[in-house]
């Protein structure tokens, strides 16, 4: 009997031994990356981070992904707690684009390769790489969108006041991004640029007076704040005048001004021309409806695939594809960027650049 049981062990034994041998062996991790995210408040940014995490994950790293809500120690905490894991590279958008300058000295001495995600890390020479997009293309585009919606502009190929309705004028308020945030001041000066000659020609007409980016910038792109001044602006200029555009960097801001208007008693029928960018569902919805006139997409499932690959390009030895060398002086140095394509979405164009590129659920804009 004794026997028997230790055949009968030693036969269970060789047989969970062979279960073990033939069980499929797991990939050893390419190491770990820490992505920093500002905010879960904007869904553009709930959607970078997934895309990046994703294609991270796919090529064998682990991710810590973390969003710090706008709050610059949290962050700064966060970047901490990635390099004491062990992270062997980070990818940040940051909330300040100028506080960070401690932190990147330490990942610099653990020998810890940043990329800059979409918005410029300033006042550190430790940013090795920058993917974003044409940001003063953005601006550009935001105005030439805005003059074609006001009929200034016949197509967003003009250069001048060539529309049916060139001679105005026209009342347009400015508004602007985070002055904390680099692509904010890209942003406006894209847009100034076009809307600057005819603003001095006086086709366009600012009756707030605000038109330095100090005294239009929104700290945090917060919606509310935009708003609310929005609704001062009403009150103390437009009491027997009717704004015809606003300028909006984004779509959150776009849907605070567009409450303001609707709370002094626009209606669709005679809403400003407004702006935006990043072609959030709910601006898109405002959109197809008559309440936003356009919108700046900037796929970020490529940019992505872009601050991913160079990550991959660093950690491998290699230097990572750039097509800018130029512009974005971070006030430490020149930093090393890839830029990408936006495009101007509006009523007529959204269908083939949002949905049939599977940006957006058709269901979702329902």
């Known amino acids: 009997m004794i026997k028997k049981l230790t055949t009968v062990v030693a036969a269970a034994a060789m047989a969970v031994t062979g279960l073990m041998v033939a069980a499929p062996a797991q990939a050893a991790s390419k190491g770990l990356i820490g992505v920093a995210m500002p905010t879960q408040s904007s869904t553009r940014w709930i959607s970078d981070g997934n895309s990046i995490k994703a294609a991270l994950v796919k090529l064998g790293y682990d991710v810590d992904l973390q969003y710090a809500e706008d709050d610059i120690p949290t962050q700064v905490s966060q970047l901490e707690a990635m390099l004491t894991k062990g992270a062997k590279a980070l990818i940040i958008a940051s909330i300040d684009g100028e506080q960070l300058t401690d932190v990147l000295a330490k990942a610099k001495s653990k020998k810890v390769p940043v990329i800059a995600y979409d918005r410029l890390i300033r006042k550190s020479p430790n940013v090795d790489y920058y993917a974003t997009f044409d940001n003063f293309k ?7 969108s805005l003059l074609v919606g006001l009929g200034v502009f016949k197509s ?22 985070s002055p904390d945030d680099n692509n904010a001041t890209f942003f406006f000066n894209g847009a100034m640029s076009v809307l600057n000659p005819l603003i001095k020609s006086k086709v366009i007409v600012v009756k707030s007076g605000q038109t330095a980016f100090t005294k239009v910038a929104t700290l945090r792109w917060d919606g509310a704040v935009a708003q609310k001044r929005m609704e001062d602006i009403l009150v103390s200029s437009y009491s027997k005048a009717k704004v015809n555009g606003v300028l909006s960097p984004y779509d959150g801001l776009s849907r605070g001004i567009i409450a303001a208007l609707t709370d002094a008693g626009y209606t669709k029928k005679d809403m400003p021309i407004i702006t935006g960018q990043d072609a959030e569902v709910l601006s898109v919805k405002a959109m197809l409806s008559g309440e936003q006139y356009s919108t700046i997409f900037k796929d970020t499932r490529e940019l992505a695939k872009v601050a991913v690959a160079m990550a991959e390009a660093v950690l ?13 002086n971070n006030g430490k140095k020149v930093v090393p960027s890839y830029l990408l394509t936006p495009y101007i979405v509006t009523k007529a164009n959204y269908k083939k650049i949002l949905v049939d590129s599977g940006y957006i659920k058709a269901s979702d804009l329902k």
């Not at 967003?156 to 991004?177: H, I, Q, R």
């Not at 491998?316 to 974005?328: F, H, I, L, M, Q």
């Open 138 to 144: 953005v601006g550009v585009q935001q105005a030439t």
């Open 156 to 177: 967003e190929a003009s250069t001048k006041a060539d529309g049916p309705k060139a001679k105005g004028p026209f009342n347009v308020e400015l508004f602007a991004g």
């Open 316 to 328: 491998n030895g290699k230097k990572p594809a750039v097509n800018d060398t130029k512009t974005y």
